[in-house]
Structures are given as C-alpha cells and as structure tokens.
C-alpha cells in the first residue's frame, strides 16, 4: 500500500514533468549547508519558498506563469531534497531556515526581494 506522502511526492513530480521543467537547479553553499535552486525569468527578483513536505519543483505552473514579470527564484531549503546537509545540531528552528534564506539573497547580491510562500497545515 502506497502512504499518502509517497503518493504527494510521486504526483508532484508528475507535475513538474508536465510543466515541462527540464531545468537543472544551480547548487550554492551558504552558512556551511548547499541549497540547490532554480532561477527564470527577468525582472524585480522574487523568492518562492516551499512548504515543510516540498522542495524548489514545488512551484511548477506558477514558476512559468510568475517568471513573465519577475526574475523567480525556487530553492530547496536545508533539510530538503536534493540538498545534502548533514544534521548537525539539535536545534533547528524557523530562524535557521530565515538566516540560510537571507545568506541566500547576499550571495546572489539580489538586494530587496518579493517573498511568496506555501504552508502545510491542517484543515
């Protein structure tokens, strides 16, 4: 019997073979971890940030259709694939991942950026 977040992954990655996302994620290391994402489009830089079950093919159809009017970044925080980042500590919280994505915009030099997010959440 096939769980219900192996079936999540396997349709998203479904999705994102329909979108037609061929594109290879750049690999950068900021704050001693690699991140991996990938970057379309022109214009004012916008960030997508995924949810806790996601990673930077998450956004499939809207990386295409927010890409027509900005430079769209979508990256795979630390703990999520393909990253390889070993468990290090104990404590990780969503102040790591806020430093790892404000180390994220210094390298790429993008100044002020437009954030877009997604949560898991219960109904």
């Known amino acids: 019997m096939i769980r219900l ?70 990256y795979s925080r630390r703990y999520h694939y393909p990253n390889n980042n070993p468990l290090t500590t104990n404590y990780h919280s969503a102040y790591t991942e806020a430093d790892d994505l404000a180390a994220l915009i210094r390298k790429l030099g993008l100044g002020r950026v437009h954030l877009v997010g997604t949560a898991n959440h219960r109904p």
Request: net charge positive; with cysteine; proline share 6%.
């Open 5 to 74: 977040p192996l079936l999540l992954l396997l349709a998203g990655l479904l999705c994102a073979q329909a979108a037609g996302q061929s594109v290879q994620p750049t690999k950068i290391r900021v704050r001693d971890v690699e991140l991996h994402y990938i970057e379309q489009g022109q214009g004012e830089p916008l960030i997508l940030l995924h949810g806790g079950q996601g990673y930077y093919r998450s956004f499939g159809p809207q990386l295409k259709v927010l890409s027509q009017q900005f430079r769209v970044f979508s």
